[in-house]
Structures are given as C-alpha cells and as structure tokens.
C-alpha cells in the first residue's frame, strides 16, 4: 500500500547535542536528496552508510550541516524507505528541517505512527510495538530490561506458545464434533483432558508472569487499609520521607485518597493511603470508605494496618472486610499485616510468617522496622524470576484474563458434553490472546495505542 512520507523529530526538543529527524516513505529519499541543496544535484546516499552534508532550504541558505543515513525497504524500521538526518540539537534548527521537508513533499507523522507502520508492515507485531514505547519511558533498570526482552519477542513467543497449544486443542476438538459417528466419545478421551490441562497450565504462568511485567511498567500499586488511628497516615509519611498525610488523635481525618509515587532502589510504587474502616453516619467519610474499598479491589499489595494494641480483636475484622473484596475464584491482592504502635507492645522489629501471610511489627512515626517492610516491597514488586521478565501492559493482563474465562467455559462444557459451545469458546480464547500481538486488531484499538507514542516513535 503507497502511503505518504512521514517527518518527525525524533529527539526532545531542548536536548543538547545531537537533533534527529527522520522520513519514512516512498518520496524519503527524495527529499533527502532535495535537501542537500543544489551543489549536490543528483545525490544517491549508500545505504546504511553515514555521509557529511549540508541541509539547505530552496534558496540554498544552509540550515544545518550532519550526517545523513538512508536505510532501503524493507530493511528499515518501517519496512519502508527511511532516511535519518543528525544535526545539531537546537529546536529551532529541527523545526526549520522539518518544515522544509514538509515544503518538499512530505508531513508531519502521528504520535506513534513510525511503530504503527512497522507493524502494518509485519516487521514487529503489537506487544513489541507497544514495547518501543515502554523502553522509552522505563524509569528503572528492571523496566528497561523487561521493555528490551519484549521488544526482542520474549512476550510473543510466549503468547505463540500458548495459541499453538490452543490451536491444536480447537482442532481436536472439532475433529470429535464433525465425527459424531466414531463409537469413542472424544470428547470424554484422556488425551483431551491432558491437552486441556496443558493449555491451562501455559496460560496460568503467562498470566503470572505478564502481571510482573505490568507492575514493572506501571509500578506496584499497594494500598495501605484498616481502622482509624491505626497509623496508615503516618506509615505514608514515613516511607514518602514527607509530611504528605495530615497525621491527628481524631478517627475520621483522611478521608479521601491520597497517592504518592515512592522509588525503593530500582523499584517504583504508588502508595494509597484510604479512609479508616469504620461505621459513620457521616457522608463525606462513608464516600471515603466507599472509595477505599473500591481502590483495593485494584490493589496489587495490600498493606493491613493493626494497632498491635489492639490487634488480636482487630485481625478478625480486617480479615472479613478483606475477604469480602474478592469475586468468586479470582485471587485477591497479596496481603501483608503491619502492628504498630510496636514500640508500645514491646514487639518492635518482629516478623512471623502465618497461615494468612506475613505479619511485621513496626513503629512508623520512628521509622523503626521500616527496613523489613522496604525489603517486603521490593521483592512484591520484583516476583519471582524478575530476571526473565518482559515488560506487559494492562490491555495484555486484561486480554489474558478474558481468554482464562473463556478456557474455564470451554472446560465446563467439555465436561458437559456440549462440543459445539465448547468449540466456540477456545475461539473466543484464541480471540482475546490475538489481540495481544495484534493477530486481531481493529482499527479503533489500533488507534488507541499508537496515539500514546512519541513523536517520531
């Protein structure tokens, strides 16, 4: 398909040192050509090859000198013809270029829209589309690892893995319907069961491991929770290093959200400190209550607050409040009990691991016992075998949801004997995942992503 020749800055505007611009498109190295001036009338650039040349405007007044690359389809990054021009890095200087380039024929890209071309033009699907922009904006080493294995297609071939597998487990299972006739039931045949169970296990670890990566492009949001006066105010400021929440004797005095972005080493957090868990007839504090339950239902960590005082009367309660957030077999957020007021107990620095999880002992207007609960988070936030993690995104954790729903339909209606609703729903499964990398896309989701990117990405 012939498409426009596209122009955009690829750098910051205000960075110093080095300016890029880059053209994608049938006219690219015309341009290029165009705007070395006069003197270089007839200029063909080797490919890959970096030469020295002036830039010029119609009257031959330079503009800029650099280098000029040129990259042919469809060994490029588009697939097209790309051409690449560095000069220097005023802003004023890459406007003048890429007005230029416009007066020569071509127009200013769309956010996103050099990835977007390279995907229509097969040289990378959708995850590792989206991952060119998850490296750009990586804000920690783990992140920019995790973006880089995407891009090189860890996570595809991970998804691939399991639509083989899904693929294969579809046509078994339309065999047994368009053979209704054969004296063994497929559908009740142990090899079926076994193909089933297989699908269900790749896709519960790519599901585990695409919510790592999310939490390394997102950060882990953790929540903090429980009753007034229980510390979750002065537990935020302690680990913000701030005076963020208004920290008082009285029940009642957070009552809406309060966010903080917290970095521990290499690791990013978002901390929600909520409104304390209490009966009131008061309605401003029952929305707060509202909007606390509702933000930890969201929660990847969830840190339970117990006045270590108080504490053994208070864990029951807390429990139930938390139990009552999930939603049929869906696992909740992990759970981590924190006593304060540990210093009042004599309990400080303690920790005991539980049936209900880790309980740690801490005093958080002192900052004492702070240090295991940072060594708590950064490992929340890492998971196991954070060294093999490819960076996801929320739309991939939420496609890779759907697709378990429907597997667990499908499995259902095996058992039922139901072989046509069961066909049906492996379908729908291969559906949500081939959203993933974009082996089913619509325009509007299309336009979604890429209107995210950069500039010139």
């Not at 295991?372 to 939420?398: K, M």
Request: charged share 25%; aromatic share 4%.
């Amino acid at each position: 398909m012939l498409r426009d020749t596209i122009v955009a800055i690829a750098t910051p505007a205000g960075r110093a040192g080095i300016g890029v611009l880059r053209l994608s498109g049938p006219r690219a190295f015309a341009i290029a050509a165009a705007l070395t001036g006069p003197a270089e009338a007839g200029f063909v650039p080797r490919p890959r090859h970096a030469h020295y040349r002036r830039f010029c405007e119609a009257d031959g007044e330079v503009i800029d000198d650099g280098l000029l690359i040129a990259f042919p389809a469809p060994h490029s990054f588009t697939g097209e013809d790309v051409v690449e021009l560095q000069g220097h890095g005023n802003p004023l200087l890459l406007a003048r270029l890429q007005a230029r380039c416009v007066a020569l024929g071509a127009r200013p890209a769309r956010p996103g829209e050099f990835s977007e071309r390279a995907f229509l033009e097969g040289r990378i699907d959708l995850a590792q589309a989206e991952a060119v922009a998850d490296l750009i904006a990586a804000s920690s080493e783990a992140a920019l690892r995790a973006a880089r294995r995407s891009l090189d297609g860890v996570f595809s071939a991970r998804v691939a893995e399991v639509v083989e597998a899904l693929t294969a487990l579809r046509v078994y299972v339309e065999a047994a319907i368009d053979f209704p006739e054969e004296e063994i039931d497929f559908l009740a045949a142990a090899e079926l069961r076994e193909r089933l169970a297989g699908v269900e296990a790749l896709h519960a670890a790519l599901r585990a491991d695409a919510a790592r990566g999310q939490r390394l492009v997102d950060g882990l949001h953790v929540v903090l929770v429980g009753a007034p006066n229980a510390g979750k105010s002065a537990l935020m400021n302690a680990l913000a290093g701030a005076e963020r929440a208004i920290v008082t004797p009285l029940p009642g005095t957070t009552r809406d959200l309060l966010r903080e972005v917290l970095r521990l080493e290499d690791m990013e957090f978002t901390l929600v400190d909520t409104a304390g868990l209490r009966e009131t007839a008061d309605p401003i504090e029952q929305e707060g209550i509202r909007r606390a339950r509702a933000e930890r239902r969201r929660a990847d960590l969830v840190l339970a607050l117990l006045d270590d005082r108080e504490a053994e009367a208070a864990l029951p309660r807390l429990a139930a409040e938390l139990a009552a957030d999930r939603e049929g077999d869906v696992p909740g957020p992990a759970l981590l009990w924190l006593h304060t007021h540990a210093d009042l107990t004599g309990r400080l620095g303690a920790e005991e691991r539980r049936a209900d999880g880790l309980h740690l002992w801490i005093d958080a207007r002192r900052g004492e016992g702070l240090e295991a609960l940072r060594r708590t988070l950064r490992e929340a936030a890492a998971g196991e075998g954070a060294e093999g993690s490819f960076s996801a995104r929320a739309r991939h954790v939420e496609a890779i949801g759907r697709a378990g729903q429907h597997l667990a339909a499908a499995a259902a209606q095996l058992r039922a004997g139901q072989g046509e609703l069961a066909a049906e729903e492996l379908r729908l499964a291969q559906a949500a995942y081939g959203e993933i990398t974009g082996a089913v896309s619509a325009d509007a989701l299309l336009g979604r992503i890429f209107s995210s990117f950069c500039i010139g990405k």
